[in-house]
Nanobody
């Protein structure tokens, strides 16, 4: 059974940094896409970033461009989300999700597997 497990969340002051990890296990897919999603308190879940291992394309939500960077280690089946210059509006539950097959985008409705999520709180 494919599983995704997030780690690295916590409390950070505004302007600080965190690196989230998403460990993926239980699969041998050649093509897939992985995305990070955020659900802020009282808001709907939104896609933050997506990387397609089919097309090689990466995409970032406008508010995190230049501050967040997604990277991956396919050999270790782990993806990372480096978050810099964090702001209080970045607070939320961050989840990683995987879309099997030759997808190039990560809309929530098309993701096949989800991690449980991890809380990130940006506050002084």
């Amino acid at each position: 059974q494919l599983q995704l497990v997030e780690s690295g969340g916590g409390l950070v002051q505004p302007g600080g940094s965190l690196r989230l990890s998403c460990a993926v296990s239980g699969f041998t897919l050649n093509y897939y896409a992985i995305g990070w999603f955020r659900q802020a308190p009282g808001k709907e879940r939104e896609e933050i970033t997506c990387i397609s291992y089919y097309s090689g394309m990466e995409d970032y939500e406008e508010s995190v461009k230049g501050r967040f960077t997604m990277s991956g280690d396919k050999s270790k089946q782990t993806v990372f989300l480096q978050m810099n210059s964090l702001e209080p509006d970045d607070t939320g539950v961050y989840s990683c999700a995987l879309r099997a097959g030759p997808g190039t985008t990560c809309p929530s409705r098309d993701m096949d597997f989800w991690g449980k999520g991890i809380l990130v709180t940006v506050s002084s």
